[in-house]
């Protein structure tokens, strides 16, 4: 295991580290085009990306985590502020994202099991 061999040629340490360069940014661009091209809409204009995110929140596909979460806001959305004491106490950020994530988890692993 020679660093110095790297495909059969005998190489530098930089030439090495530009050939993990470039795989590393191939293969990050790969993940990006992999996501519905995310990257490339993102790419042709600054709002690109957050389009398509708004595209998505406004219609999400049924069943799916997003949509799930579209639930969580409209119901949080038709709430009044009846109760005059707060309901939720000491509840940190990660808390509240940690109960979300596992409440759609459950609820997208029920509708695989069990499709309606």
């Given amino acids: 295991a020679d660093i110095d061999k790297w495909g059969g040629t005998e190489l530098t340490g ?48 049924a069943n799916t985590v997003l949509d799930r979460l579209k639930d969580i806001e409209t119901a949080i959305g038709t709430l009044t502020p009846a109760a005059s004491t707060p309901v939720i106490y000491n509840v940190t950020m990660t808390d509240l994202i940690l109960s979300l994530a596992t409440d759609c988890c459950s609820y997208t692993e029920y509708h695989i099991l069990r499709p309606t």
């Fill in 14 to 61: 930089r030439d090495i580290s530009l050939d993990l360069k470039a795989l590393i940014d191939d293969s990050v661009k790969g993940v990006l085009r992999s996501l519905s091209d995310i990257g490339a809409v993102a790419g042709e204009d600054d709002m690109g990306l957050l389009d398509r995110i708004g595209e998505l929140k406004a219609s999400p596909t």
